[in-house]
């Protein structure tokens, strides 16, 4: 297919709502197709095919890209980022990698990743804030760690990076660490305008200008996540109280604080040692700057 289809597969908790909503849809020269999606969205159709979230069907997935996605409406690239497509490739029996290669004929991957507590905390942090659990953070790692998220594959990045590779060619993966994007931001916009064939300038003002997501507060988390009903109260009592009662009760109460879950010694150790063993892949195959930017525990 002629058209140049880029296909960012994650990782969540890594840029995701930054990138697909504030930059890749905002750039001229990019026709971004999701997420997020419509219900009844081909393109969504495909991408839930690939990871079994639907039957997979080869053929009418190849029809619906060349119907929905092949299309670039007269831009340079035609985009979709979805981290489910990671979470589904960290297994060795996945496939997900191979499928899209036989739907697209090819394509540029994009990649994001963080250091690795980080990556597991932000993980937890959502399913709090979403209201997936209520557990301490030692418990929710007991539940994910080789069920549930599986997190013992899915912080493991490198084995995932290596498929991509193998599958779509080592100059079509581009792998960023999140931490690049405070640290050096022009560096992250030229090298991803000059991998998908962009204007970086553009890149690099959408990137500066967009908001991203605050962290949860002490308070929120305390209160069960945005999606509880206990915040729903706290926040109308709230804009019923006085300014300065109000900033006394967020103070007291931990609201302008961020929540920041501490793991347990046993699960330290563990990631620690997931860490190191990534990280030596991640540096000596990779070329990631993993040292600089102290992803070894």
């Not at 981290?83 to 029996?93: D, F």
């Not at 069920?147 to 060619?169: E, K, Q």
Request: a positive charge; charged letters at 25%.
């Amino acid at each position: 297919m002629s058209t140049r289809v880029a296909i960012r597969i994650g990782y969540h908790k890594c840029a995701s709502t930054h990138l697909g909503l504030q930059v890749l849809p905002k750039h001229p020269q990019i026709r971004h197709l999701g997420k997020p999606y419509s219900a009844d969205d081909p393109v969504r159709e495909v991408v839930e095919s690939i990871i079994d979230a639907r039957p997979f069907d080869l053929r009418r997935c190849r029809d619906l890209a060349a119907a929905h996605v092949m299309p670039s409406g007269g831009r340079a690239v035609v985009s979709i980022s979805d981290g489910r497509l990671a979470m589904r490739s960290c297994t060795a029996a996945s496939d997900v990698a191979e499928r899209l290669q036989a739907v697209f004929g090819g394509g540029r991957i994009l990649i994001t990743i963080r250091r690795h507590v980080d990556f597991v905390t932000s993980l937890y942090v959502q399913d709090i804030g979403t209201g997936r659990t209520v557990a301490g953070i030692d418990d929710w790692m007991a539940a994910n760690w080789d069920t549930g998220l599986t997190l013992r594959s899915y912080a493991a990045f490198a084995p995932v990076i290596a498929r991509y590779r193998h599958t779509f060619g080592q100059d079509r993966v581009w792998v960023s660490l999140l931490e690049q994007f405070t640290d050096d931001m022009p560096s992250v916009a030229a090298g991803l305008g000059a991998f998908l064939g962009v204007d970086s300038a553009t890149l690099l003002t959408l990137l500066m200008a967009a908001p991203r997501n605050p962290r949860m507060s002490i308070l929120q988390a305390r209160l069960g996540g945005k999606k509880r009903r206990g915040y729903a109260v706290a926040k109308a009592v709230a804009r019923r109280l006085p300014d300065p009662v109000l900033a006394l009760a967020a103070r007291l109460t931990g609201h302008h604080r961020r929540f920041e879950p501490r793991l347990g010694s046993h699960w330290r150790r563990t990631l620690a040692a997931l860490a190191e063993e990534d990280c030596a892949a991640l540096k000596e195959e990779f070329d990631l700057p993993v040292d600089r930017y102290r992803y070894r525990p």
